[in-house]
């Protein structure tokens, strides 16, 4: 059977005069994930017009095509054009699924939702010639997937071409995500088995990743076991998190122990309101400067996405955002235009109250107003949005956000990298022209890598603090109840330091601790059935939300020790409240041991807190939920230069924050 996938490009990226990075960033995964579902015997071909012309001329029988919101005009143009030629054709992604009746005047088939169980489903019944008009997503699970068809994939036209997604979706629900609507009718969050992300990750060549999940720390216990068996991979990776997610001690620092450099971090805005109005509890209540200055002192480099045009958002939101993303030293941001994406409660919220202006599915691309907002014009709206980015980004800017890192290291790390990827675009466009652009990728990972030899140094100096100030404890406390510290006691080593990285043999015990089943773990005992190998963080949330309005609960994944994943799931507030001073003492310490700053360089001068927080920037910037995939739905990228979003992943679909946020 001869079939061709196509990912059409979004219609920013189509300009003859504008090529920005973002958009030869991620290769689509999504379309990969689908061929993977084809015969051996098929003959098969993907094709990604970001970065490459679409051979029109070719006569498939089956076309299958991803769809964004951005993307669809264009995406309708190519299925009409290969129905003319007698192809079935099918659509899918998070546009269709919110727009199903608009889509199937274009399509043959469509699918609804995540497509790795539906898609399977319809190339069974297109053999047999009874083809359905549509399907929708009945189950829910990673397991067993086969391998991406990355054969497919022409790595040399991308700068990131080990991306990769081992969950989906996101166990939050903001107002103006995608996720809701395109996971209705099943689990909106679930994981892979780690053995399998672990075996993915082990076939990617090189050194760099990119994971596009929406939310990679969003099930704990399953990050906590992906970290682990990362242990000694020698990889340099970047992902999106949560500023809840970062607040929490212990999992960041296994994240960066096995190679985190750079995280996408959803700040959304400043203002308390406006992130109730959202549905964004997790960040409600968060110290936004404590989350930036805990990232810098583990060596990671922040991506900062906000959102404009918030109900309580006046037209000086713009230079306040700006002014307190600078002085915390973040050194990329991403600014989006609230947009109320179709399928939406943001969208059903604005077309009930008469706020849409339009629906030119075009300017649904987070850079253009398209609803009138509450304190200001559309106009003050965009235009303050294209000011965010220039004054984020001018050079006295990027220095003065340069100037509040500790070191002469750090400063030209953070200055490399938001200059490469705001200030470098005529370069970016004549490597993408010129199809070079995967040889920029050493220059990223010699980046990215820079804080490495200072933060082990750091850490090292740290751990000899500490283990200074244990001896001294002990010598007083033996010397109080007239005992002697234990033989070789000065010789052991300060807990967290970990030692040197142990490869296989560390991999093999994050696995083996996310298979061991024991009987303990009061508040998940009921809850490891076999068949919630993929855990249902949503139905336990709404279970226990009462009793923890702050943090969201997810049940421990079969295999995970129950009662230690229900510790990890404990939110910072609890732990400390439960354990008290002295347990909160004992975070200090282990946050200081694993800190980025020499002797000598704690808090003083680092960054200042401010009183609350491209495209066009942030570098490789991160994924974003929103926006439509084909019969299979593929993460969204934030990308530097715009507010728009790329495909990233077969079913790695939306969810997190807003168009284009994580």
Known sequence: MRTKLVLPALTEARSPFFRPVKYSLFPPLGLATLAAFLDPSDEVSLQDEHVEELDLDDDPELVGIEVYVTSAHRAYALADHYRARGAHVVLGGLHVTSCPEEAARHADTIVLGPAEEAWPRFLADFRAGRPRPAYRSEARTLAGL??????????????V???LVVSRGCPHACAFCYKDGFFSGG???????????????????????????????????????????MRGMDRLWQAAGTVDAVLRPGLLEKAVACGLRSLFVGFETLGAEGLRAQGKRQNLGRDYGEAVRRLHDLGVMVNASFVFGLDEDDASVFERTVEWAIRQGVETATFHVLTPYPGTELFRRMEADGRLLHRDWDLYDTRHAV???????????????????RDFYRWGSILRGAATKPDLLGGLRHAAYAIGWKKCEPVWDLLIRARRVARALPLLERVLAAERHRVGAGAREAASRR??????????????????PPAGFDRLPALGTGGPHRGAAARAEGVALFRQRPAGGARHRDRVAQDEVQDDPDRVRDEDREQRPQDAVHPAPPGVPEDVADEEHVGPEERHADEGEQEEGRHDEQRRAVSLREPGQQEEGAHEGGDGEADEGGGPPRPLRNEGKLPIEAAHTVLPSSGARRPSSVAAAPAVNHPAIT
């Open 146 to 159: 086969p391998r991406a068809r990355r054969d497919l994939i022409r790595r040399d036209l991308y700068l």
């Open 187 to 229: 689990r909106s969050f679930y994981v892979q088995p780690v053995e399998e992300a672990l075996a993915e990750i082990e076939r990617l060549p090189g050194r760099h990743l990119y994971f596009l999940d929406d939310h990679l720390f969003g099930h704990p216990a399953f990050a906590g076991a992906l970290f682990d068996g």
């Open 161 to 163: 071409p080990n991306s």
């Open 467 to 484: 283990r200074r100030g244990q001896r001294a404890r002990s010598r007083e406390r033996g010397a109080a109840a007239g005992t002697v």
């Open 371 to 389: 609803f009138r907002p509450a304190r200001m014009t559309p106009r003050q709206l965009e235009e303050g949005y294209w000011r965010a980015y």
